[in-house]
């Protein structure tokens, strides 16, 4: 409470006091039971709020005092620094602003600047200027934060999205939050400038319209083909300099700060700053897309070899350019993504078809099959000839989904099949004219009526006895041409490869999406003296 002091100036025990008497106040020890924020960079000064026990029922321990200060201790109790602090009377709290320990260059690299970064830094409030309270609360300076990443760097606008950034000097700290500010759209592209000769030229007279012509309906995969080029549906943008905050945590597994983005209901582009305080932010170099919900339009290709490395194309709607997209082909309790990139122009995702693995595994075992034969046949005895692979709809058939954060995915169930590599045995006729231009028929198994892509590569010559080889992609003269494929066998017809001067051997390969070829091939031989012989050429 207060006291009134009043001074004699005689010695020994006086009786002359003086008139005017001072008030003099005596206190409980106030103990600091909360500082808003718990941390601050020792670099930085920043605004601390310092809030005290107090009993129920009572008034606040702390009042205005001209003389308090408070005290800040390192974790071996030595005194940091001291800094005053006022009374805010309205909150009831001592509100300071915490000292800078850099050095005239900016680095924490002075001995106070180390002890002061250690963990274990505490703070104490003495009102009087000189006697700290001995209840400290635990008090954190920390430095310069290292962001390294965000990832991802999307999510749609129904939010959900779990955002972890990471980084260096990171800590646990109840102040995390980003602030997300919505930027301006971007100016739609400029319409590309006429040619010379398109500007001298003279205005054509509009032609008349012809009535359009009557829509017939669409069903299997012309209707897929008709969705895809749909327009994408209008969705609301987000409001240019609205500002967002979404509180964080520290990942004490992964060392990052982890955040759940909400849903916006609208799209658009945000800039990104950090706090572990509450009141210094840090702007991140990354931006943050939210983009609209995607739906999945259509597959170019719809199937492709079971062995993979076919390219694949899924249309989409909502689609935006994304570190993180990914295409997972999944079926049962199998699953696997690929790593996706965007196609602005096509409006697309693209892919790499991966190997299946329920188609691979029936192989293996149809390989260990074979090969069980292989060894029971005597010596010089004809080796078993490979057979056809079969696979059911559980081997070959997957289910295709989209995601540009690897996070959210989609559920349109569109699917997609990897087909066995077709399996050649024979070729008629087996050799042509050295200009190429023979009509043959290609005879096998899992040959697909239609279109395919037939590869012929030329060979090196073999020595005699010895089994043709096929050379390494890429590395040997190769033509791809189309062949219609019908009751298990396909019609082409032989190219020409340029220069050829005597005859060699071709290996003839097909392809099951007309992109990745099998291993099973046949030999063509384009003969010089084929080129003398009788019609044969076409």
Not at 385 to 411: M, R, Y
Request: net charge negative; aromatic share 6%.
């Amino acid at each position: 409470g207060m006291v009134a002091l009043s001074v004699s100036f005689e010695e020994g025990v006086g009786d002359t006091f003086t008139t005017s008497a001072i008030s003099l106040r005596y206190y409980k020890e106030p103990e600091v039971t909360r500082a808003l924020p718990q941390c601050s960079p020792a670099a930085t000064p920043t605004r601390v709020a310092l809030k005290a026990a107090v009993p129920a029922g009572t008034p606040g321990c702390y009042f205005a005092s001209p003389d308090a200060l408070a005290f800040f201790y390192d974790a071996d109790g030595g005194v940091l620094a001291t800094v005053r602090a006022e009374y805010d009377e309205a909150a009831d709290e001592l509100v300071l602003t915490t000292p800078a320990f850099s050095s005239g260059s900016g680095e924490l690299t002075t001995p106070l600047a180390l002890r002061a970064l250690a963990e274990g830094a505490s703070v104490r409030v003495a009102l009087d200027g000189q006697s700290p309270a001995r209840g400290a609360h635990v008090f954190r300076f920390y430095a310069p934060l290292e962001v390294e990443d965000l990832v991802p760097r999307c999510g749609p606008t129904s939010g959900g999205t779990r955002v972890v950034i990471t980084g260096s000097t990171f800590f646990d700290s109840p102040h995390v939050s980003l602030r997300l500010t919505v930027l301006e759209p971007p100016p739609p592209p400029p319409a590309p400038a006429p040619s010379e000769d398109e500007a001298e030229a003279p205005a054509e007279a509009p032609a008349e319209e012809a009535p359009p012509p009557a829509e017939e309906p669409a069903d299997g995969e012309a209707a897929e083909e008709a969705e895809a080029v749909d327009l994408e549906p209008p969705i609301a943008q987000l409001e240019p300099g609205a500002v967002m905050k979404v509180d964080g945590a520290y990942d004490k597994r992964g060392g990052g700060y982890a955040f759940l983005i909400p849903s916006y209901g609208a799209v658009g582009s945000l800039s990104i700053e950090m706090t572990v305080d509450g009141v210094n932010f840090l702007p991140l170099p990354a931006d943050y897309a939210v983009h609209p919900p995607i739906s999945v339009k259509g597959l170019d290709p719809q199937r492709a070899s079971m062995s993979g490395g076919a390219e694949v194309r899924v249309r989409a709607t909502g689609l935006i350019s994304s570190a993180e997209a990914r295409i997972a082909f999944l079926k049962g309790s199998t699953r696997i993504e690929q790593p996706a990139s965007y196609d602005a122009e096509g409006r697309c995702l693209i892919c790499t078809a991966p190997a299946w693995t329920p188609a691979l595994a029936i192989k293996e075992q149809a390989d260990a099959a074979l090969a069980s034969l292989a060894a029971e046949v005597e010596e010089g005895g004809e080796q078993p000839a490979p057979q056809p692979l079969e696979l059911d709809e559980a081997a070959s058939d997957s289910i295709i989904e989209v995601s540009l954060n690897g996070q959210q995915w989609t559920t349109d169930c569109k699917h997609f099949t990897f087909a066995a590599d077709p399996l050649i045995t024979s070729i008629e006729p087996p050799s042509g004219s050295l200009e190429g231009g023979d009509a043959i028929k290609i005879a096998g198994h899992n040959i697909e009526d239609g279109e395919l892509k037939v590869r012929f590569t030329k060979l090196p010559p073999t020595q005699e006895g010895c089994a043709p080889v096929l050379p390494p992609e890429g590395e040997a003269e190769a033509v791809t041409v189309v062949a219609i494929g019908a009751e298990g066998a396909a019609d082409v017809t032989t190219p020409v490869f340029e220069d050829a001067a005597e005859a060699f051997e071709a290996a003839v390969q097909l392809s099951a999406d007309g992109q990745v070829y099998g291993s099973s091939f046949t030999v063509f031989r384009y003969d010089a003296a084929a080129a003398k012989g009788k019609g044969k050429k076409k």
